[in-house]
């Protein structure tokens, strides 16, 4: 016999996600806005035509799930499909709440960021840049007085106006500096993406030891063991763990919350790998989002 109470529950939605809209003048800084959500974990899509909205967010919803925030950068160069812009943000056509913002600034701060850009304003035609900009104006004016939130970001350097993106649709999670540490071998090459590299063959290499040669540095304790106890290890870490700390609080000032951090020796196995799983630990027990990674552990 079944539990008609079983079969009255149900289980409860996921809720969905945020969906942002950015749109505004061109040169007010919507790229930055769509850069800076886009490092907030926000699904980024440039250049929608509005009537594609719903499909977009449908797709997402499939391939990553309801809570995937999406954010779509909407402008004039979306022509005719622009006027279907409030039919695409209704809740019914995706399921979602929308958040419109719009970017706006001077007239004559615009000027001067598309003439340093060197770029033609879509609008301009054969007509002055100018010309271009007051047209726009007349094309978003009522776009501009729905908006839910309006940026004007003439007196705004690149960091303040991520630092107000973030402020406006950031998290405690996404807003806080991750660091990733990397451990590599010298021998297949140094990342070309790190933004500090630190040689960790000052070490005496447990490779030289044959009980420790076969093992590494991160499933190992007594390879990770030796490697600290060495002569300059606890210096070195006492030392430079503090730097890259006092570098990410200047990161996070300056808008950017990613940093990585290569740690290397001959092979990327011993000596390397127990530094780099170290410093992540320290870094975590900082309140650092810190992750170790072995680029180059078991390629030998």
């Not at 660091?179 to 590599?184: C, G």
Request: glycine letters at 10%; aromatic letters at 6%; one cysteine or more.
């Amino acid at each position: 016999m079944s539990d008609p109470i079983s079969e009255l529950q149900t289980e409860t939605p996921q809720p969905a996600g945020e969906l942002v809209v950015v749109t505004g003048m061109t040169g007010a800084g919507r790229s930055t806005a769509a850069k800076e959500l886009e490092d907030l974990g926000f699904f980024v899509v440039d250049n929608l035509p509005p009537s594609l909205l719903p499909d977009v967010v449908r797709l997402v919803d499939d391939s990553r799930g309801r809570q995937q925030p999406i954010a779509v950068v909407v402008d004039v160069r979306s022509g005719s499909f622009f006027d279907e812009i409030g039919r695409a943000l209704a809740h019914e056509s995706t399921g979602r709440m929308a958040t419109l913002v719009f970017l706006d600034a001077g007239d004559e701060v615009l000027v001067r960021r598309q003439e340093a850009a060197r770029r033609p304003h879509p609008l301009q035609g054969s007509g002055r840049l100018l010309d271009g900009l007051q047209r726009e104006r007349v094309v978003l004016a009522d776009l501009r007085s729905i908006a839910d939130l309006v940026i004007d970001t003439s007196n705004l350097n690149v960091h303040q106006l991520t630092d107000r993106i973030a402020e406006a649709f950031g998290t405690p999670d996404t807003t806080r500096l991750r660091v990733t540490v990397i451990s590599f071998g010298f021998k297949y090459g140094i990342p070309i993406d790190a933004d500090f590299i630190a040689d960790m063959r000052f070490l005496p290499n447990p490779h030289w030891v044959p009980e420790l040669r076969p093992g590494n540095g991160r499933d190992n304790p007594e390879v990770a063991a030796y490697v600290y106890s060495r002569p300059g290890a606890k210096e070195f870490l006492d030392g430079y763990v503090p730097v890259l700390a006092g570098v990410g609080e200047g990161y996070l000032r300056e808008g950017k919350r990613f940093m990585r951090v290569a740690l290397g020796c001959t092979g990327g196995k011993h000596r390397s790998v127990a530094m780099a799983e170290e410093i992540a630990r320290r870094l975590q027990e900082r309140g650092l989002v810190a992750t170790a990674l072995h680029r180059d552990l078991g390629r030998e």
